[in-house]
């Protein structure tokens, strides 16, 4: 038995069809079970018209139906074995009817792939469906089409024919192609409500532009696009449907002559558009129209881009200009200078509301290039609709009916909710794509904001206009101590995400990351991690090494545990900071091999990133409580006489719905939010042990990173740091991961080499003058505080 039967169209084919226009797709039928070859399948196609014509004052309605097929159309009928599955045929048929033809089979006894044959005669076009000149206005046609498939059982069985049905409807769209200017019109949009039925503009709150565009240069006899935009922006939704209610668009050309000091014009004038009954929404839409024109040719042509919500209708709008001689750009007249102007002038109703705009331009005739001698010019067809014109656009926009021509909201809702980070340290969600063909290597570590200085390098840039020459940036400077390894984690992919299978721990862990699994340290056992450790000794480490395989055997992602060594930082915290750092390169084996052999040892930033990489830092920004809107969102101040405050939104949204939306901005938390800052590049990375890590080659003495007196609010850098540019999140002493890019940089600036010439230590408490102590000593002489005194 049969038990589905579609009738589907190709991808490129629409529901709107003119007369002769060809119908593909395909039909599926599904047998749900096997098809004895004594019973036959039938496939029939039967179809429906009905037309309906309104009159343009509405009184008057005719609504015509006719059958397209007196009989049903045997597609194919023939005896087979099917068996249970899903067959698929093409068909292709001219619009609105089909071919009468019995479907051949081929050597297995199934139908032809092709079920419409192309360029087969068709039946002829139903009398209803006929186009006439009164229908032009106001005219409706749909097509169904009926798709019957049937297996027929022979008589001595007792099984019943089963039936299956399939419906298609087209619209059917009239075209006229004589002398008659070009129009197709899209009837399935089109509504003749009047302007009875139309809502007014509302009060405040809503902003109308009107834009109208078209090209500068116009080739002589060939078409002039002339677009039609309309756009309605309502501040707030709880307003009422705005509808455009009539639209007239009429277009001027206007030539003038002088010939010897005496002036001639040649004015032509039509209307482009007239739609006096419309009903087109508009609200919080862009509503586009496209007008065709051929100011000085013989007949004016109209075609809309129908958008997606309704479109205008065209009328008969044949002009029936001449045109002058004078205009011709061809005719060579000694002592004459010819000028020619367009202006396009658009009246626009919303109810009982009404604007007037128009838009002046020059224009250049250019000389056709296929111009015949004798005659006038070939009128070429209108362009496809999806071509766009490559010629400049002139543009003017009409503000109307509201002061707020432009306000884009204040504030990114991108990063909602504003709200207090969960954790203190900076968490990577997101790790480099891992790429067995590289050698093993970590991609992350941590580090501790000391604050910021200035340098100056020579930028290699070629092509800017600042190449090779000298440039002034601010870059921070973030104090990472060695991590210390203590563990492996193992990940295995699970349709869920990644989920961990084990945690192996190394055999001795610091207090100061013992601290990090207490609350109150004072008062604790201090016994984390006793029974782990015997592990590693008992039976030769053999649990340990069981875990190890495991991640070898059934996990993806080998990450390693490591902390800070945060005693050897000015911060008074002894607490240190832990983190999975994902491992790449390699198979899996090497990464767990790799992972293990750095158990209880340290691993510098050097050994993790590069000079003049490009890396990403993550952290927890500077927190500033609880702030007001102005400070928080950036939203503008009210006027000075407002009344109970000026840094406030005046309106929160409407009555209904009854409550504040989550766009709008309001007071609350600011600061102190989870931020990845991408693409910082690396300038230098120091050695804490090197007593010259901030000289360069045009220093004359050794100066170390930390300025005079240190970093506000830090104090000394004693081990590693990198220094990047520009400012990264947080404030002084707060933690931050630094992780490799995602994405592999090939920018210019990303490749640049950067060569420091000067690096500033100057005193960052007021304006610093010296660079290190010798110098400030060799400049002031010896000071009170500087002599010692002995007893």
Not at 287 to 298: A, E, F, N, S
Not at 384 to 394: E, K, L, V, Y
Not at 538 to 543: F, N, V
Request: overall charge positive; hydrophobic content about 35%; aromatic content about 10%.
């Amino acid at each position: 038995m049969l038990e589905c039967l579609q009738i589907v169209l190709n991808k490129n084919q629409s529901r709107r069809y003119a007369a002769g226009d060809r119908v593909a797709g395909h039909i599926l039928v599904d047998t749900g079970t096997c098809i004895e070859s004594d019973t036959s399948i039938a496939i029939s196609f039967t179809g429906l018209a009905c037309t309906q014509y309104q009159a343009p004052g509405g009184s008057n309605h005719q609504i015509n139906t006719t059958t397209l097929f007196q009989r049903s159309k045997i597609l194919y009928t023939f005896p087979f074995r099917a068996d249970p599955g899903q067959y698929k045929w093409h068909f292709e048929f001219c619009f609105p009817s089909h071919c009468d033809r019995q479907i051949q089979k081929n050597d297995n006894g199934l139908p032809e792939n092709e079920v419409f044959p192309q360029g087969y005669a068709c039946d002829p076009l139903p009398p209803s469906l006929a186009e006439s000149a009164g229908y032009k206005t106001g005219y409706k046609a749909d097509v169904d089409y009926e798709l019957e498939a049937s297996v027929q059982y022979p008589d001595w069985a007792t099984t019943n024919s089963s039936r299956v049905t399939a419906n298609l409807s087209l619209v059917y769209v009239p075209s006229h192609d004589g002398p008659e200017p070009y129009y197709r019109y899209w009837l399935q949009e089109q509504k003749f409500l009047g302007s009875n039925n139309s809502s007014s503009i509302p009060g405040d709150g809503s902003a109308f532009q009107a834009r109208v565009t078209f090209p500068t240069v116009y080739v002589h006899g060939q078409w002039l696009l002339v677009y039609l935009s309309i756009v309605h922006d309502a501040r707030q939704r709880h307003q009422a449907q705005v509808y455009l209610t009539s639209m007239f668009v009429t277009v001027i050309a206007k030539t003038e002559i002088w010939v010897d000091g005496q002036r001639r014009e040649f004015r032509t004038e039509t209307d482009a558009l007239r739609a006096p009954n419309l009903r087109l929404p508009v609200s919080k839409s862009d509503l586009t129209h496209r007008l065709i024109q051929d100011p000085w040719g013989t007949a004016v042509r109209g075609d809309g881009l129908p958008p997606q919500e309704g479109v205008p209708i065209f009328g008969r709008n044949a002009g029936g200009l001449k045109v002058p001689s004078q205009v011709c750009p061809d005719v060579r007249i000694p002592n004459i200078t010819v000028t020619h102007k367009l202006r396009i002038r658009a009246t626009l109703s919303f109810g009982d509301k009404r604007f007037k705009f128009e838009k002046t331009g020059d224009l250049e005739i250019l000389a056709p290039m296929d111009r015949k001698e004798n005659g006038p010019p070939a009128i070429a067809p209108p362009p496809s609709p999806d071509i766009t014109p490559s010629f400049a656009m002139q543009e003017t926009e009409v503000k109307m009916s509201h002061r707020k021509y432009e306000a884009p909201r204040h504030g990114s809702l991108a990063y909602l909710p504003r709200k207090r980070a969960a954790r203190h340290r900076g968490k990577v969600k997101s790790f480099p794509k891992d790429d067995p063909k590289k050698p093993v290597h970590l991609t992350a570590t941590m580090g501790y904001k000391a604050g910021m200085t200035t340098i100056v390098r020579d930028l290699d840039r070629p092509g800017a206009k600042m190449h090779k020459k000298e440039v002034v940036e601010a870059v921070s400077v973030i104090e990472s101590p060695p991590l210390v390894a203590v563990g492996i984690v193992g990940y295995i992919e699970t349709p869920r995400g990644l989920r961990s299978l084990t945690t192996v721990w190394a055999e001795h862990l610091s207090d100061e990351l013992k601290r990090r699994f207490y609350k109150n340290w004072y008062k604790s056992k201090k016994k984390a991690f006793t029974r782990y450790s015997k592990k590693s000794t008992e039976a030769g480490g053999a649990s340990v090494t069981r875990e190890l395989e495991r991640i070898k055997k059934y996990c993806t992602v080998v990450r390693v545990l490591a902390h800070t060594q945060i005693r050897k930082t000015p911060l008074k915290q002894k607490k240190a900071h832990l983190m999975e750092i994902q491992v790449n390169g390699g198979a899996v084996a090497d990464k767990v091999e790799f992972a293990h052999g750095l158990f209880e040892k340290t691993f510098g930033v050097d050994s993790i990133f590069e000079q003049n990489e490009v890396i990403d830092v993550i952290g927890v920004t500077r927190g500033h409580g609880f702030n007001g809107v102005t400070s928080r969102w950036g939203t503008k101040k009210l006027p000075r006489k407002t009344h109970k405050g000026l840094r406030k939104v005046a309106c929160i949204g409407a009555w209904h719905p009854n409550h504040v939306q989550w766009t709008v901005a309001r007071a609350g938390q600011m600061g102190y939010h989870h931020r990845t800052s991408v693409n910082h590049k690396i300038y230098r990375i120091g050695k804490g042990d090197d007593e010259g890590n901030a000289s360069t080659e045009f220093d004359v003495s050794k100066k170390t990173i930390t300025p005079l007196g240190g970093f506000v609010r830090y104090g000394e850098v004693k081990n590693d740091f990198v220094i990047v540019k520009g400012s990264v999140p947080g404030t002084k002493k707060r933690v931050l991961t630094l992780r490799k890019t995602l994405y592999p940089q090939v920018s210019r600036k990303a490749l640049e080499k950067i060569d420091l010439k000067w690096i500033d230590t100057s005193s960052k408490f007021g304006h610093g003058a010296y660079q290190t102590p010798a110098e400030k000593r060799a400049f002031l002489g010896t000071l009170k505080k500087d002599l010692v005194t002995t007893v």
